[in-house]
């Protein structure tokens, strides 16, 4: 019954005009804030599924690496053992150490990756290929492919530059001299027979064969990583728990979001914006207790003629109680379908731009997802239930109601 009277509060044609136009101020103004988190949201989820499909390319699903120390001696890994352990189905061993490429008088500083032949099977790197072949070997000779910022830096982003010779420049363990550094290097030179592009940032990554980047950096037989790639099926932390019985606690096996840290800094990020949003949404939920408030100062004659015909204070409280869970309720659906719709429009037909030049896309990347639209619901519902349960009690309270 005491919804009843709520419901007849919020919506006879009798109530004051100007209570009805705050009203529906107070639903739109606590709407606005649930629209705005889930379209916050699914941006982060668009933001990093975007991150993900760039960085898949150069993040294999799993990499193993030495527990201390940079590299590991080769032999010290049972490979064939990995190799026919369960969910595995590529492995490319990887030796990435800094150097120095230098051409024509141009330098810059590189990551030099050295890899096995069958890089592209573990990594999707060839999808990226903007000029020449993915290759670390032709004919039994070293080959370097170059990012797009190695390239850019060295002036060989002409199609007529593949085919020519970078030099390689990297600190000799074994002949460095504090005394008389001349000398204390080793170098290689290698053809350029390719460029290829994640993003248009500045990467400085150079992939030639595993043998080439051993006898650049004088490390015979050895590796700093390998690279897994999973089945399909296959669930990378199962993955990862059976490679590391295998390897062994010398080693330590990482899944791509525990290799690279821009996705624990993204989840990071999504979430502290998640919870900056709840505080704008408490403030939001204000314009609601102002509402109530206005609401039952001009229902106190109704108040005491309640209480005069045997109400409790509780049924009276219940009223107030229903009318605002009933305003928040409507501003909870109002909210949901306008964030949900925005978010799918974005996400459809992408109404906003974005800089095409920047990060290879032309609209912002949305992704809607159905647990952060409970999420929000469910976040919004306690809000405004705490808040509206305060408010209602402390004026009856004052009112000696």
Known sequence: MWFDFARRYMFSPKSHSVINIISGVSIVAMAVPVAAIILLLSIFNGLERMTSDLYRAVDADLRIIPASGTTFSIEALDTTALRHTEGVEQLCLQLEQSALAEYEGRQSLVSVKGVESNLLDVVPLKEHLRAGSFTTSLDENDCLVLAHGVAHDLGLLSQNSLGEEVSLYAISRKRISSLLPVGGYSRRDLPMVGIYAIDQDNSTTA??????????????????????????????????????????????????????????????????????????????????????????????????????????????????????????????????????????????????GIDAQTLLINAYPVRLSLVDVALTAVAYIIISYVVINLTVRAVMDKNNA
């Not at 914006?273 to 609601?288: G, K, N, P, R, W």
């Open 207 to 352: 992939y030639t064969s595993l043998r080439a980047a051993q006898s650049l950096f004088n490390y015979p037989e050895r590796a700093s990583s390998v690279l897994v790639k999973i089945a399909a099926d296959a669930d990378a932390n199962d993955v990862a728990k059976a490679l590391q019985m295998v390897a062994g606690e010398e080693f330590k096996v990482r899944t791509r979001e525990q290799s690279n840290s821009i996705y624990r800094l993204m989840a990071l990020e999504k979430w502290g914006v998640f919870f900056i949003a709840m505080l704008v949404m408490v403030i939001a939920s204000l314009s609601i207790v102002g509402t109530l408030v206005m609401v039952m100062i001009d229902k106190r004659d109704d108040m005491q003629t309640l209480r005069t015909l045997g109400a409790t204070r509780r049924f009276v409280c219940d009223i107030f109680i229903s009318e605002g869970h009933l305003m928040a309720f409507i501003s909870l659906i109002i909210g949901l379908v306008l964030g949900v719709v925005l978010a799918l429009a974005q996400q459809i037909f992408g109404f906003v």
